[in-house]
């Protein structure tokens, strides 16, 4: 195991110099000039719209060493980064670790949210359609998870945005109103439950509970997200961008933390159902591979209990895609969405890396590839790692060797 994680180690500085020089290169060779956009863009708005002359694009294309050839630029890039020095951004005229510093909290935040979401979802679903594979329920998961997946997010972003969003907005007591038939029915049929074969404690989760309690958390973020305006009555919609309201200071801790999550409840809503969907899938598919090995029906005929079977010796070998999925989880932290930060304005890493390709900033471009492709070998290794927990058949001495 240390010969092979050393090996590992020493390939991450090697993989890095290739993906760098290629992202480097390809960032350079692609269609349009950096010295027209920033230099361009500072004259109009200095000399009333007058185009900048050849002598001022020259200038600027030598003080950044754009006018050498591309290996001579990126010797000199890496050797700034050998020095700790991300170089410094064209469009923003600041060093590129504080512009990435700024932007990196929010998104680093709102993904974290997501994948625990995503992962407490996503995994007990997977178990359970796999444990009661082509009944009414799994049928039911099915189709619903398949709709999810495929509706694009920006078009979830724009409906949400048209629905939840607009003035004027119920008022919160329509949900209430909404949801008591809901709860009159699911209290009607679990008593009813046990003449048709249902167990009453898991439609009372399932049918009642699950829901009342997404219900009241909903009504206590919209509370919560507007009572920074108290001269306005308390509606149930949320707000259009992400930007906090300027009287949050005057909030306590635990109202404050609401009031963020009020804000940022559409965005993560429309990062969480794809993924969702999508491993919920794979986890269904690899646990219904393990339960057909010849282990678990070894397991069945022991006597040991279902549960037991299902938990402890068929979902340990079903992670193991789970976990391939895992090692992209550290890029995707930094990564942020583009689409979805534009649409709800976070001015998040996603965000940041479209505005720097369309300004040209090659720092900044470059700066983001280093830092997601480091992630992405260091998430990689860690999954390889983990594979050996989950599964201690998995050696790595005998490939080493």
Known sequence: ?????????????????????????????????????????????????????REALEKWRRDHLLDRPVPVQYVHWLGKLCRGDLDDSYFFKRPVLDVILERVLVTICINVVVFILIYLMAIPIGIYSAWRPYTVADHTLTVTLFVLYSMPSFWTATMLLLGVCREPAPSLMWLGFLFLPYLLIAI???DAAPTRGWKTGSFL?????????????????????QQAMPDRPVQLRFPIGASESHEIDALSTIVMILHRGWHYTLPVFCLVYGGFAFLSRQMRAGMMECVRQDYIRTARAKGLPESRVILKHALRNSLIPIITLLGTLLPALLGGSVIIEAIFGIRGMGLLIYEAIINRDYPIVTAEVFVAAVLTLVGL???????????PTISYDKAAS
């Open 188 to 190: 009607y049929a679990m």
């Open 381 to 391: 290794l860690i999954s390889d790692l983990l594979y050996v927990l989950v599964n």
């Open 205 to 225: 989760v399932v049918g009642v509970l699950l829901p009342a309690i997404f219900v009241s958390l909903l009504v206590l973020l919209c509370w919560a997200g």
């Open 1 to 53: 195991m240390r010969s092979y994680i050393l090996k590992r180690l020493l390939l991450i500085p090697i993989n890095l110099l290739g993906i760098t020089f290629i992202a480097f290169g390809v960032m350079r060779l692609a269609p349009g000039d950096p010295a027209a956009v920033i230099v361009g863009s500072g004259v109009s708005g200095q000399m009333g719209g007058k185009t900048p002359t």
